[in-house]
């Protein structure tokens, strides 16, 4: 598709778009967005660990709330850390053509966070994210992006053993149990960044 337009549409509805050739390009923008004093909460993410976010906000000295670079004994209360922080910085698992964002999650502490958590979102993500539509973008988590997770988190779904396709499975490792559509930013949010890489990265 051509770029422009969708970024055109995540502008018409109320997300501020930017597009950028490169990661670097990308990470340099948003370290220069979010101030070093700052506290930001993180969610899992394979793009954010591309652009080495993490590790880069806590070397320059902001407080981050991430199960990630924690104990997994306290990753219950960095749960709600996050969700408490000034900033909360994730990628998507789809976008649409027409500016929507989709997205799956197991325990729904990154999208609960990303729809009533902190005022200021970052949403971070490849081109290999976008999609023509919502049931496109569905698909595309249940057969591709879920699929890997699964199998990069050690879970034992059926996807694992047969990646592109889904099984609706009732296990309890499954990662597909809470799907949120943002159509526009809530009411409670200052600022929600859409930030697109012309890249392939996560899943």
Known sequence: MIYSEL??????NGFIPYFFETKEEAKNFILDLI????SIGMGGSMTTKALDLGASFVKR???????ALCDPSKQNMVYQLAAASTWYVSSTNAITESGELVNIDGSANRVSSL????KNIVYVLGVNKITKNIDEA?????TISAPLNCKRLNKTTPCVTNIGTCDDCPS?????????IMHHPTRHQNKVY???INEELGY
């Open 7 to 12: 970024i055109n549409n995540l502008k018409k």
């Open 35 to 38: 101030p070093p004093n700052d």
């Open 115 to 118: 729809a009533f958590g902190p």
């Open 172 to 180: 309890s490792d499954c990662i597909c149990n809470v799907t949120t």
């Open 138 to 142: 569905i698909k595309r988590i249940r």
């Open 61 to 67: 000295g902001n407080v981050v709330n991430s199960h």
């Open 194 to 196: 859409i930030i697109i």
